[in-house]
């Protein structure tokens, strides 16, 4: 049975030598004593870091023909990256043999067995998407979370425009993407142009209006505690009925959704230049402490990193804070 995947492995040192098929192209300049050890070894299994919710990114420069195979707990997006060449791939049941061209995108749903061959040298971006990030944004999106289907052989403009902005800033020590506001809004891409509107029954689910409300009322009170009750009364359920239901149409509890659209909210604040301390007291963190600890364990980014990378932009918390929920 393959072991699951990991896009976060494939760009360090030590999963270069693990998996040396695959080289990182955060350090491509390679001996020709390793490459040659790469052709003798051109196919593997991989292994997934499932640590936090981050969308993960790397991007792989094959060096010889590969074959690349696994199993993943997360929905997996491959694009070719590299010149046009034919490709055997195999996700479960479906398969496809064909020229992936340039911008030829795989998207493999979690708990699916896959694989693929190249027919030459190619690079590649493999972004894994864990199942509560892609909870959140159909959330968002003010709709059930359904189902993605495999996809052997998509296209999607505006998708190989968001992947490329993740690669311009992948990090050179962790071989990621730091910029997840990038990655919200290719989830949500992801879920408009692959999503699929067969889910469970809609009597058992939340339906779109409910969702709406409870969005707008969790938007307008991020800086404070939210009841249960409080949300529970907005979506016309039962307070204690509807933390189940809420579960089973989202796919997470209301708690954790909650959580995560403070921590969208603040990284939204502290690139809009608000201080640390600041931002965690506008989306209902009790200190910078707290903020930190739940970015951290969260995103796997703390805020002090974002701050690094913000486009410094005039204002306080509360106008910055006014203007996302307006």
Same mark, same amino acid.
């Given at each position: ?27 491509? /300049? ?6 040659? *050890? ?76 896959? /694989?693929?061959?190249?027919? *030459? ?78 889910? #469970? ?58 959580? #995560? ?5 603040? *990284? ?54 006014? /203007?996302?929920?307006?």
């Amino acid at each position: 049975m393959p072991e699951p995947f990991t896009a976060r492995a494939w760009a360090t040192p030590l999963a270069q030598e693990r998996h040396p098929t695959l080289v990182p192209d955060t350090v491509e /300049k390679q001996s020709a004593d390793h490459v040659s *050890r790469a052709a003798s070894a051109p196919s593997h299994r991989t292994t997934q870091d499932t640590s936090s919710d981050s969308v993960t990114l790397a991007k792989v420069c094959c060096p010889v023909a590969p074959t690349i195979e696994g199993v993943s707990d997360r929905l997996l997006l491959i694009v070719n990256l590299g010149a046009p060449a034919f490709a055997t791939c195999r996700i479960d049941e479906h398969h496809l043999e064909h020229r992936a061209a340039y911008g030829n995108i795989t998207l493999i749903p979690p708990g699916s067995e896959w /694989k693929g061959t190249m027919d *030459r040298p190619t690079s590649a971006a493999f972004i894994a998407v864990p199942q509560q990030r892609l909870a959140v944004a159909s959330a968002l999106m003010e709709r059930p979370l359904g189902t993605l289907r495999p996809r052997l052989d998509a296209r999607s403009q505006p998708v190989l425009e968001l992947v490329g902005e993740m690669t311009a800033t992948l990090s050179q020590t962790t071989g990621n993407s730091d910029d997840q506001d990038t990655a919200d809004t290719l989830v949500a891409c992801l879920l408009d142009e692959f999503g699929s509107d067969e889910c #469970r029954p809609a009597a058992r689910l939340l339906g779109p209006d409910a969702l709406r409300r409870l969005n707008v009322l969790i938007a307008s009170r991020l800086d404070g505690p939210i009841p249960v009750d409080l949300i529970a009364d907005v979506a016309g359920q039962n307070r204690w009925q509807f933390p189940r239901l809420f579960r089973r149409t989202v796919g997470i509890s209301p708690h954790q959704y909650v959580l #995560r659209l403070r921590l969208r909210r603040a *990284r939204e604040l502290i690139r809009r230049g608000c201080g640390l301390a600041e931002a965690a007291l506008a989306t209902g963190f009790s200190d910078q402490s707290h903020l930190t600890t739940c970015m951290r364990r969260i995103h796997g980014v703390t805020p002090a990193r974002l701050r690094v990378r913000r486009r410094p932009q005039p204002g306080t918390a509360a106008e910055a804070a006014a /203007k996302l929920s307006s």
